[in-house]
């Protein structure tokens, strides 16, 4: 069978690798970071597709996988609900995911401490030349490094990632630290809170060591916020050093009086279980909001997926359902066709427009979010239909708008 290169070892990586290795080919997997990435990210939505992907990937789906719920709620300022909405869904950890698909995949093959240099290719192979001045030869290259990917900088420098013009704060907060009173109002829901211009929104996931019984889990929240690109973004990636992060600041660097900040505003204008998560979260961090769009995501012999190729803003929730999409179509069409550029062709053929629209899905709800507070309007009436229209269209399945191409509705264009 042929002998495949993928470069990136995080989700995306690790479901094309251990997809293709199940297949019989010769896969080696390259990843920059040394250690293991778990703890990196935070809650993810589950669809069915996704489930898919992991049984593909070899991975065993069960009751294991994260924490049910079966409603959403969106709630106002004084913590009374504006609005409820039945849909079952599972919520997962990106830690969780990881560790499956980690454990799938032969440490032999999970090579670390891998930064990609250059890569070049010729009519039967593509060559990567490491920083630490190892070289990998291979049939194929598919690459899933992620929003800063090293392989679109050599082979798509174009395409660049955008700023969205606002952050979200992230974090997961214990079970076990929270009142009664946010318990039982909001904890077993997927919740929603819409201050003017701004999005909350939060979910229960397992908590350490994967524990998904009750009073062990955690709950995982995402506030959407404006900031502006060249006064607010940077003091927000900067830390209590002056030290200045202009891709993404570290998590444990954030300035703590960007936090207290924070947690005062929550206090101002989120609803009371908002504030009191966001007041007992250990460590929130921040994750500056970008778009990437690619018009073209095979070169040859090289193939970008995931975040490499596309990024949707958090609010679709499909980002890792993507990459497992792409990891088995990839896979599909070696299958049928081989090691070969045509292989990479029809995969382009097949999730390029799909990739294009979930970044479109993504900036619609992305809009919307920012459109609330530019109408200004604090009529009940309309924040209880704007709460029914929020938790009807964020983070779900939308596999079959995409198949339709009506991953935005027709009154968005």
Request: hydrophobic letters at 40%.
């Amino acid at each position: 069978m042929a002998k495949i290169l993928v470069v990136g070892g995080s989700l995306g990586g690790l479901f094309a690798a251990n997809i293709l290795l199940r297949q019989g080919h010769d896969v080696t997997l390259l990843e920059k970071t040394v250690g293991s990435l778990d703890g990196r990210g935070a809650g993810i939505v589950t669809h069915d597709a996704l489930a898919e992907a992991l049984r593909a990937a070899g991975v065993t789906v069960d009751e294991t996988l994260g924490v049910p719920v079966t409603k959403r709620v969106t709630l106002g300022a004084d913590g009374q609900s504006l609005g409820e909405m039945e849909l079952p869904q599972v919520l997962t950890s990106w830690s969780r995911l990881y560790h499956m698909l980690k454990e799938s995949f032969p440490s032999e093959r999970y090579l670390q401490g891998k930064t990609v240099k250059t890569v070049t290719q010729d009519e039967n192979a593509v060559h990567v030349l490491c920083e630490d001045g190892s070289k990998h030869d291979a049939e194929l290259l598919i690459a899933s490094d992620g929003i800063r990917s090293a392989v679109r900088a050599q082979v798509a420098p174009q395409i660049q990632p955008k700023y969205a013009g606002y952050i979200a704060w992230r974090g997961v907060c214990d079970e076990a630290c929270l009142s009664k009173y946010t318990l039982d109002t909001l904890f077993n829901r997927f919740g929603f809170c819409l201050p003017n211009g701004e999005q909350m929104l939060g979910y229960p996931v397992a908590g350490s060591g994967n524990d998904t019984r009750p009073g062990k889990r955690r709950y995982n929240f995402v506030w959407y916020r404006p900031a502006s690109e060249h006064e607010e973004l940077v003091s927000l990636l900067t830390d209590d050093d002056g030290h200045h992060y202009p891709t993404g600041i570290p998590p444990l660097k954030v300035s703590w009086k960007h936090i207290a900040h924070m947690r005062k505003v929550a206090q101002e204008i989120l609803a009371p279980q908002y504030a009191e998560i966001l007041e007992k979260t250990a460590a929130p961090f921040l994750q500056a909001i970008y778009d990437v769009r690619s018009e073209q995501i095979v070169f040859g012999r090289i193939a970008l997926m995931g975040d490499a190729a596309f990024v949707g803003r958090p609010h679709v929730g499909m980002g890792v359902t993507k990459a497992g999409d792409e990891a088995i179509v990839i896979a599909k069409h070696i299958a049928t066709l081989g090691a070969t550029p045509a292989a990479l062709n029809a995969y382009s053929d097949e999730r390029l427009k799909v990739g294009q629209q979930v970044v479109a899905r993504a900036q619609y709800l992305g809009r919307y979010m920012q459109a609330q507070g530019s109408k200004g309007n604090r009529d009940n009436e309309k924040l209880k239909r704007n709460a029914d229209t929020v938790m009807a269209e964020t983070a779900i399945d939308i596999s079959e708008l995409l198949a339709k191409g009506k991953a935005v509705p027709e009154s968005a264009h």
